[in-house]
């Protein structure tokens, strides 16, 4: 009887990236190629697959510190968050180190997406469902419910720290971009109110202004700005 044994196939892969992340010093750059997240440096060496699994896994987030790499996998049945950080003493880079260490941060029956670390690195917003938003400290600790709406889009810090901006669903299913307390506390503040749909918030470096994409003009997505004035608690 011959053995069995799994086909392998060595792939040389210039193209095809579904979603990309760099390190906050610039030095890595993790890719998502077939539902395996690679990892290379800066000087362009060989990249390595930081997330070894048959399952797919995507959607990578840096820490503040550019050692650990925040994802999502369905390794376990379920799409969950993990992290994944270098085990080697001697070198913390993900793309160098001769060991890793992959953890899951969360274990629930709902889908978890869209992890974004919070500028100081003390937080991670991510949703559930597409639903409800939450936070939780980078090991999976004190999660906490902040945010729930219809089909909610991927969070974005606010610089301070102290707000999520994103995008949520109203009743006629258009979507407009929101802000809301990074603590839970008060109520989401429409800052697009708009009736056609307004997507990808992105925060000014001050805190200041905050940019999406809106299609109120023809339906063709274009690139508006709100600015923020102090109005109860929003950023100056």
């Given at each position: 009887?011959?053995?069995?044994?799994?086909?392998?196939?060595?792939?040389?892969?210039?193209?095809?990236?579904?979603?990309?992340?760099?390190?906050?010093?610039?030095?890595?750059?993790?890719?998502?190629?077939?539902?395996?997240?690679?990892?290379?440096?800066?000087?362009?060496?060989?990249?390595?697959?930081?997330?070894?699994?048959?399952?797919?896994?995507?959607?990578?987030?840096?820490?503040?510190?550019?050692?650990?790499?925040?994802?999502?996998?369905?390794?376990?049945?379920?799409?969950?968050?993990?992290?994944?950080a270098s085990a080697d003493?001697?070198?913390?880079?993900?793309?160098?180190?001769?060991?890793?260490?992959?953890?899951?941060?969360?274990?629930?029956?709902?889908e978890e997406s869209t992890?974004?670390?919070?500028?100081?690195?003390?937080?991670?917003?991510?949703?559930?469902?597409?639903?409800?938003?939450?936070?939780?400290?980078?090991?999976?600790?004190?999660?906490?419910?902040?945010?729930?709406?219809?089909?909610?889009?991927?969070?974005?810090?606010?610089?301070?720290?102290?707000?999520?901006?994103?995008?949520?669903?109203?009743?006629?299913?258009?979507?407009?971009?929101?802000?809301?307390?990074?603590?839970?506390?008060?109520?989401?503040?429409?800052?697009?109110?708009?009736?056609?749909?307004?997507?990808?918030?992105?925060?000014?470096?001050?805190?200041?202004?905050?940019?999406?994409?809106?299609?109120?003009?023809?339906?063709?997505?274009?690139?508006?700005?709100?600015?923020?004035?102090?109005?109860?608690?929003?950023p100056a």
């Amino acid at each position: 009887v011959d053995p069995r044994r799994n086909a392998t196939e060595t792939l040389t892969l210039s193209s095809g990236a579904s979603a990309f992340a760099v390190s906050p010093d610039g030095e890595q750059t993790a890719l998502v190629l077939r539902g395996e997240i690679v990892v290379s440096g800066r000087d362009a060496g060989r990249a390595r697959v930081v997330a070894d699994a048959p399952e797919r896994d995507g959607e990578p987030a840096w820490s503040a510190d550019g050692k650990t790499l925040f994802f999502v996998s369905r390794r376990d049945g379920n799409p969950e968050l993990y992290a994944v950080a270098s085990a080697d003493p001697d070198e913390p880079r993900l793309s160098r180190a001769r060991r890793l260490q992959t953890t899951r941060l969360t274990r629930t029956g709902e889908e978890e997406s869209t992890p974004v670390v919070s500028p100081d690195g003390r937080k991670i917003a991510f949703l559930r469902d597409d639903r409800t938003l939450w936070t939780c400290d980078p090991d999976g600790a004190n999660a906490r419910q902040v945010f729930a709406g219809l089909r909610l889009g991927a969070p974005a810090w606010s610089p301070d720290g102290r707000w999520i901006a994103l995008t949520r669903s109203d009743e006629e299913f258009n979507a407009e971009v929101v802000v809301v307390p990074a603590d839970g506390s008060g109520k989401p503040i429409n800052v697009s109110m708009h009736p056609r749909n307004d997507i990808a918030p992105a925060w000014s470096p001050d805190g200041g202004k905050l940019f999406f994409l809106s299609e109120r003009n023809h339906r063709e997505y274009d690139v508006w700005m709100a600015y923020l004035r102090r109005a109860g608690d929003l950023p100056a």
